[in-house]
């Protein structure tokens, strides 16, 4: 069965520090993919970025930069000069193909970030 | 462009009760994924659909049952509810389903409690 862990439960910075956040997974599946979402305190998660395990190329939009390393099956998240609007909850999840023919996300169980001024 | 809409936003049920929960998915969507998301935990899937068929079900009791419309939107049910069923219940749209890639996208929820 796929998994994905979230170690850090909460994490709390002071504005303008640099924060990461864990992801480790765990699938069979040779070809599959995972996400980052973002959930304010208004309960709608929010699509950050997908990325395929075939791609190993750290990714940077903005603020925001991903890093994945398939060798330890971690997809890791990092916030530069965090600001108060990044507090939310994160989660990442990995996408797996269903049987019926569908796919699900299965999620983490999420990372709560305070960014205090 | 409209998201994923949801309704009610909040429900109050009592033990026993039966409830349904709606979703509109994005325009140009055709898939549909329901969720359920307890205090302090990630979103656990429930049900997918796409072209009005069930594509995947989770690990949920036989009280859960949901369908899809022609016009793609959604309802969810829940029978006989119990007090562990009080959560955030998630939909998310893609426009299509069958491969890994495939990106939810979440509406705002619908918030159940039982009491």
């Known amino acids: 069965a796929q998994k994905v862990t979230q170690a850090q439960t909460e994490i709390s910075v002071v504005e303008k520090e640099d924060v990461t956040l864990d992801c480790v997974y765990e699938?069979?599946?040779?070809?599959?993919?995972l996400f980052w979402y973002k959930q304010p305190p208004s309960g709608e998660l929010v699509f950050l970025i997908r990325r395929n395990s075939f791609d190993e190329q750290n990714e940077i939009s903005g603020r925001y930069s991903w890093n994945f390393q398939k060798s330890t099956s971690s997809f890791n998240f990092t916030i530069t000069a965090s600001q108060v609007v990044d507090s939310a909850v994160y989660f990442c999840?990995?996408?797996?193909?269903?049987?019926?023919?569908?796919?699900?996300?299965?999620f983490g169980t999420g990372t709560q970030l305070k960014v205090e001024l | 462009d409209a998201g994923v809409t949801q309704s009610p936003t909040h429900l109050i049920k009592t033990r026993g009760q039966q409830v349904t929960l709606r979703c509109s998915p994005i325009s140009g969507h055709k898939s549909v994924s329901w969720y359920q998301q307890v205090l302090g935990q990630g979103p656990q899937f429930i049900f997918q659909?796409?072209?009005?068929?069930?594509?995947g079900r989770g690990n949920f009791p036989d009280r859960f049952s949901a369908r899809q419309f022609p016009n793609y939107s959604s309802e969810l049910n829940v029978n006989a509810l119990l007090l562990g069923d009080s959560a955030l219940y998630l939909c998310?749209?893609?426009?299509?389903?069958?491969?890994?890639?495939?990106?939810?996208?979440f509406g705002p929820g619908t918030r159940l409690t039982v009491t």
């Open positions: 999840a990995l996408s797996e193909v269903l049987t019926g023919g569908g796919n699900k996300l299965t």
């Open positions: 659909y796409y072209e009005k068929e069930e594509r």
């Open positions: 699938t069979r599946d040779t070809t599959y993919y």
């Open positions: 998310a749209s893609s426009m299509y389903t069958g491969g890994p890639s495939y990106e939810q996208y």
